[in-house]
């Protein structure tokens, strides 16, 4: 090869080298950090009964939410909230776990935070004249992902929560024993 096409060659290569994407760790955005996935604790639902959401947060590791009651005002708390349809109410107030505290290097207090795995519970009633079939209650949930490093800007994520509408109990049974604990 002659020299001056060895360094054409050579050249072309560095810049294509350089434009490879680096092997720096890409930070992930607020939507990806938390896999938020819901399920009711009937199946069906009857006309007329009680029954609970849970929606289960799986929260990317090295990453954690701020808890429903932060360690301080300024944090932003996780927070669900249900748009009840027509036919459906709250049967009492979303159950939030406590958190834990956990110190980190950007602070010297501990935060009340959600790492790994979270289940929020709603209580929910299907009213006499619920809708019949397939149903979906629309949640939304808004939490602010950080790490060691970073915080990532607060994010608000809709959730479905898909579940049957039956005109009686007969069928009904208990379904996810694993997140609705029987008292």
């Known amino acids: 090869m002659k020299p001056a096409t060895a360094i054409v060659v050579t050249a072309l290569l560095l810049v294509i080298v350089a434009a490879l994407p680096s092997a720096q760790p890409q930070i992930p955005s607020g939507r990806e950090v938390v896999a938020p996935t819901a399920y009711v604790s ?72 959600y790492e790994d795995k979270v289940i929020l519970r709603v209580p929910l009633a299907a009213q006499p004249d619920a809708p019949l079939g397939t149903q979906k209650i629309p949640l939304k949930l808004r939490y602010q992902a950080c790490s060691q490093e970073v915080c990532l800007p607060p994010v608000t994520l809709d959730i479905d929560a898909p579940l049957t509408i039956a005109a009686t109990s007969a069928n009904s049974r208990p379904a996810h024993p694993e997140l609705f604990p029987a008292h």
């Open 42 to 113: 009937l199946e069906p639902v009857a006309r007329g009964s009680s029954f609970q959401l849970a929606v289960v947060l799986k929260i990317r590791n090295g990453f954690h939410i701020n808890a429903r009651k932060p360690s301080a005002e300024y944090l932003i708390p996780t927070d669900l909230r249900a748009n009840l349809p027509a036919g459906f109410k709250s049967a009492g107030e979303i159950a939030y776990p406590k958190g834990e505290l956990h110190t980190f290097s950007f602070t010297k207090t501990p935060l009340n935070v």
